[in-house]
C-alpha cells in the first residue's frame, strides 16, 4: 500500500481499497480525538493519539488558499487543522484580495508558498485541472508540499468524495459492524447531475472502493441535467449497472443511499431549467418519504438550496436524514487526510 | 444568579443587576491579564488567573462570523478570544465569501458550526432578529454552543451596550470607588437616536441596571431621527423620566454622560438628513464643551465620522473624552464575557 | 547604533548601513531557524535560539491591516509572525470589510488597535503617507507599537527594499563570503519606473548601504514610464553616476543586478504604454539573455505579468534567475525585522 504521506490529493481516482479502508480507520480514530478535545471521557488511547498526533504536527503549516466561496470545505480545514495542532493561514478571498487581480500564474503563486515553507495548500479554485497545475508547480519547487484540491471548479472535489464515501460506510443499513465490501449498494444521484463535482468525484470513488457487482447507479435528474457521457463509459468499462430516471418516485423502492443535490444556478450558463419540474420529481417530497426504505439513508453534500427544496425542512427529524451528521464526517475525513499527508 | 456558562447573548434585556456586577468584576480582573500578557508586573493572582483561564481556553474555539463590516467589534473579539488562550476561527467576510450567496439558512450554517465542535459563534448580520434563529438552531443541535450577537442589523448590539455601561459606571464623576447604584445619572443619546442599535441596546440595559429614579434619559437628534417609541413606551412603563430635544445646547448643562452617535447613512433609505443642522446641534462644539459639566464624560461607540464631525478631533486631548479609552474597555468586557459563557 | 526595538517602520532611509549589516545576520540567523522548524538537521545554536525567540514572540500580537491587495507580502508577514511564535491578527481584507467603509480616519483606526495592546501593525494602504500618519497615531497613544509599512500607494514599501538588498548581497557574483560594501554594484532598474515605489524604496537603500563610488544604477524604460526626478536628484546630490536609456539591449553587457518590474497598470490613470516596445525592449529576451554576464543575477519584486512577459517563464531554470529566492528572502528578512523590532 502506498502511504499518502508527502502526497497530494487531486481527484478521486487516485485512491485504492486499501488505502481508502486505512484512511477511515484513522477517521474513526479522529473522532475519538475531537471528543478528547471538546472535554469528553475517552479511552487512554485517544488521549494519547491526541499528544502524538500535536507534536508532531506543531510546526507543519497548512494554507488555505481559496478563489471561490465556500463556507463547509473552508471551515471543516480549518477546525481539522487546529484540532490537529497545525498552524492555519487562510489566505484572504484570493479572487478579490490576492495576487491574482494582478494577472500572476498559479505557478508564481505556488512557487512562493513553497518557498515559505507551507507543507500543505489547501485550494479551491473556478477553473479545472488548477489543482494538478498546482501540483506540478509543487514538485518543480524540490520541496515536499502537498496540493489538496479542494474543488476545482467542474472538476472534482475529491475530499467531498472522501467525506461521502465514509459517510455511507458509517450509515449504510445504520449497522456499524458491517464490512460494506461485502453489501450491494444501490446508490441514488439525483438532481443536477450535469454541473456537480461531488456527484462525479463520488461516483469515481465508489468504484475503487466496491466490486462493481455490489454497486447499482440509479441517475434521476430532469433531461438538461443529466449525468455526462464520460461518467457513464467509465460504469460501463467498470461492468457497474447504471439506470437513468426524470422522477425519483419511480425508483425510490430499491435505494439504499439517495445522494440529493443543489441545482448549481451559478454554472448553468445559459440554460433553462424547469424549477417545478424539479421541485416535484427530484427532490424529497412526502410521497417518496412515504416509498422509502425504512433503512435507507440521505445524504447531500450542502449547502441546500431553501427556495428550491431539494430536501424540504420537515425531513430534518426523520431518522434516514444523515446530512448533518455527513457534513461533520467531513471534519474527522479531513483530520485524517491531513494527517495522512502530513505524517504518514 | 443564573450563571452565563452556556449561554447565548442575544439582547440587552437578558441581564439582571447581579450578573451584570459579576460581568463588570471579571472585567477589571481582565485588565490584569492583559497587563501582565503585555509585560508589565501585576499582582501573583492575576498571573494565576491567567494561567487558569488560558489552561481552561485552550481548545475552546470560537468562530468569528460577520456578514457585515467590522473593525473594532471584530478585532475585539479576536484579541479577546485569543488572550483567553482559545482557538480563534475568523469566517471570511460572510457575505461574499460563504454559502450565504448560495442561498443557505442560517439555521444550516450555524447546524454545520456545531457539528464541527465550535463553542462560541460570535455573529454579525444585516437581519434583525438573525441571532436569535441562530440560536435556535444550535439548540436544535444538541451541543453546547453559545451564539453572541455582534450586532443584527437594526436590531440589538448587546455586546456593545455592556461595554457602553461598563464605562458608565468605570468614569462616572471619576471615581472609581462609587457605587454607581446610588448615583443619578442624567444621560444624553445625541444624533442617530432612529437608527443607532447601540443606542437601543443600552438604553435597555441601563434600565436593567439602575432603579428607574436613578436614570433620566436625555434625546438630542433632528426630527427625523428621533428616537422611536418602542423605547420611549418602554421607559414610561418603567417610570424613567426622559425628554426630547433638538439642540444639545438646550441641555448640556445637565447631563453627566454624553452619548454621541454617528448618522448612519448605510442605514437611511432615503431619508433627507440636514448636516448642517446636525453639525451645529447636536455634536460636540466649542459652545456645548463650554457648558459642559466638569466631571461630565463623552462616549461615541465609534467609527466617529469625520465628514460630518459628531465629536471633532481637537476634543480628543479634553479629559472629559472617554471614546478611547471606551473601545479598549470593549476588549476587557468581551474577554469578561467569553470567559464566563464558556468557562462560567 | 540605534536599536530597532519598539521603532516603527517607514521608509527606506530611515535604515543606515551598521543597522542593516545587523538586520542581515539576524535574516542569516533566521534561514537556520525555519530549516529547525522545517524539521532539518541545524546546528545547536539555531535551536535554541529558536526557543529562546519562540518564548520572548508568545504574547506578542501582530496585525495585518491590509487596505489593498496582496499574496506575497501578506502571506510572508504571516508566515514570518507563526514563525517566530507570535499571535497573529489578519484583518480581513479592510478596503471592503473594515470601518474605513464608515469614513473612519486612520488615526481613530490606530487609536484602537493601540488600546487593544496590539505590538505592531503591519499596514499596506493605497495612500502615500498613511504609514506615516499611522505612526503618528500610535506614538500619540501613548503605548509603544510598531507601525511596519508594507506599501503605502505610490509612496515607499520598505520591507520589500530590504529583501531586495539583502538578496543582492546574498547573490552578488554568487560569492556569499565576500564584502559587498568593497564591491562596485551596476544596478539597472527595466520597466514601469514611473509607478513602481519597490524601484523607489531600494534605490534610497542602496544609497544608504554603499558608498557612492561603488554604485551605478541604469534605469531602462520606456519614455511615459521613466524614473521621476526626485530620485534622480537624490542620486546628483549624493554623487552617484546613473544613466537612462529605452531598450536593456543597449546596456546588458554592464550589469551585475537586473531589477525587473511590471507595468502596473492600476496605476497607470490614463496613460498610453506601448506594451509591443516594452516586450521588445524592457524585458527578458533571448536576445538579452545572450548578452548578459555569466555572474550576474536577476531580480523581480513579483508578481510578475504573464500577458506582458517581463520574464517569460523559459528563464526560470536559468541560475541567474534569482527571483524564486528573493521571494523566499522576503520571510528571513521580515522574521529579522519582526524580530528586531519586538525584541531587539
Chains 1, 2, 3 share one sequence.
Not at 502537498?146 to 443499513?173: C, E, M, W
Not at 421541485?279 to 428550491?308: G, Q, W, Y
Request: proline share 3%; with cysteine.
Amino acid at each position: 500500500m502506498k502511504s499518502l504521506k508527502g502526497q497530494s490529493i487531486l481527484e478521486a481516482q487516485q485512491f485504492g481499497r486499501e488505502i481508502l479502508d486505512d484512511l477511515f480507520l484513522e477517521a474513526d480514530k479522529m473522532q475519538g480525538v475531537c471528543k478528547f478535545l471538546d472535554g469528553g471521557e475517552v479511552s487512554e488511547e485517544a488521549m494519547h493519539e491526541c499528544g502524538s498526533i500535536k507534536a508532531g504536527m506543531a510546526e507543519k503549516k497548512i494554507a488555505l488558499l481559496f478563489y471561490e466561496p465556500s463556507t463547509r470545505t473552508w471551515s471543516s480545514f480549518y477546525v481539522a487543522a487546529e484540532n490537529l495542532g497545525a498552524r492555519v493561514m487562510a489566505i484572504p478571498p484570493a479572487r478579490q484580495f490576492s495576487s491574482a487581480v494582478k494577472g500572476e500564474t498559479v505557478k508564481d503563486t505556488i512557487a512562493m508558498f513553497c518557498g515559505y515553507g507551507i507543507d500543505a495548500i489547501v485550494m479551491r479554485t473556478d477553473k479545472e485541472g488548477m489543482a494538478k497545475e498546482a501540483d506540478e508547480a509543487a514538485c518543480a519547487s524540490g520541496r515536499t508540499v502537498s496540493i489538496i484540491n479542494a474543488g476545482d471548479g467542474k472538476g472534482q472535489h475529491p475530499t467531498q468524495a472522501l467525506l461521502d464515501l465514509y459517510t455511507v460506510k458509517r450509515f449504510f443499513k445504520n449497522d456499524l459492524k458491517k464490512d460494506i465490501h461485502e453489501e450491494k449498494i444501490n446508490i441514488a444521484f439525483v438532481g443536477d447531475l450535469a454541473n456537480g463535482r461531488t456527484v462525479r468525484s463520488l461516483a469515481y470513488l465508489l468504484n475503487k472502493y466496491q466490486d462493481p457487482e455490489k454497486l447499482e447507479f440509479f441517475f434521476v435528474s430532469p433531461p438538461v441535467l443529466k449525468m455526462k457521457d464520460d461518467i457513464k463509459d467509465y460504469l460501463d468499462k467498470k461492468g457497474v449497472k447504471f439506470s437513468e430516471y426524470e422522477k425519483l418516485a419511480d425508483v425510490v423502492g430499491k435505494i439504499d443511499v439517495f445522494y440529493m443535490t443543489r441545482v448549481q444556478k451559478e454554472r448553468l450558463e445559459g440554460i433553462q431549467v424547469d424549477y417545478d419540474f424539479i421541485r416535484n420529481n427530484c427532490s424529497i417530497t412526502k410521497e417518496v418519504v412515504e416509498k422509502m426504505k425504512k433503512e435507507a439513508i440521505v445524504m447531500h453534500p450542502l449547502p441546500r438550496d431553501p427556495a428550491f427544496g431539494e430536501i424540504p425542512e420537515w425531513f430534518d427529524s426523520d431518522p434516514r436524514a444523515k446530512y448533518i451528521q455527513q457534513a461533520e464526517n467531513g471534519l474527522y475525513v479531513r483530520m485524517a487526510l491531513l494527517k495522512k499527508v502530513l505524517l504518514g
